[in-house]
């Protein structure tokens, strides 16, 4: 009988073990890009994330953008036309989240970011260093949804393609 109850403590005792293990790992699914979000449609140049819609097909794509850091992100548009209607579309991502970039633009840039004490903008990164960003390039707006705008500012992946569904986006593979 005691071997009995020994042989059970050792077994929950192994398993006890094993699910911290299980749970990062299913933490560490969250990096990985939704699925039907393919590598193309952007190119880092110069420490800067230049979104590329054309280059992949349709004009309006929507960009999936992870933090892949452990500091949060922040990204500053480049714009080379200044207008007084245009807003800029910076933006801030949380460590280790996601967030949506919807956009009809032909070429969108952005410089990097982490925060900083002694700096209102933070200090300038390489964007590839710390961004994995996927696109979908056959995406399905509504009229009302074109444009260029932050859909999900910063979530899990799970969240953010829920999100994506429920403003009535279909990424389309």
Not at 114 to 131: F, I, M, N, Q
Not at 136 to 141: E, M, R
Not at 145 to 158: E, F, H, P, Q, T
Request: with cysteine; charged share 25%.
């Amino acid at each position: 009988m005691k071997s009995i109850i020994k042989n059970i403590l050792m077994g929950l005792s192994a398993l006890a073990f094993l699910f911290p293990v299980a749970q990062v790992h299913a933490d560490s699914d969250d990096n990985k890009p939704p699925l039907g979000c393919r590598d193309l449609g952007y190119r880092f140049e110069l420490k800067t994330l230049h979104l590329l819609p054309d280059d992949a097909g349709e004009r309006n794509s929507m960009y999936f953008l992870y933090n892949k850091s452990d500091r949060a992100i922040n990204l500053y548009q480049m714009r080379q036309e200044e207008s007084s209607r245009s807003a800029f579309l910076n933006h801030a991502i949380r460590s280790r989240e996601w967030a949506v970039f919807a956009t009809s633009e032909k070429d969108i840039k952005f410089i990097c970011a982490t925060p900083e004490r002694d700096s209102r903008y933070g200090a300038v990164v390489d964007c590839s260093k710390y961004l994995k960003v996927c696109e979908y390039n056959n995406v399905k707006f509504g009229l009302n949804n074109r444009g260029n705008y932050w859909l999900v500012n910063s979530r899990s992946r799970n969240s953010a393609v829920r999100e994506v569904v429920r403003y009535g986006i279909i990424p389309a593979q």
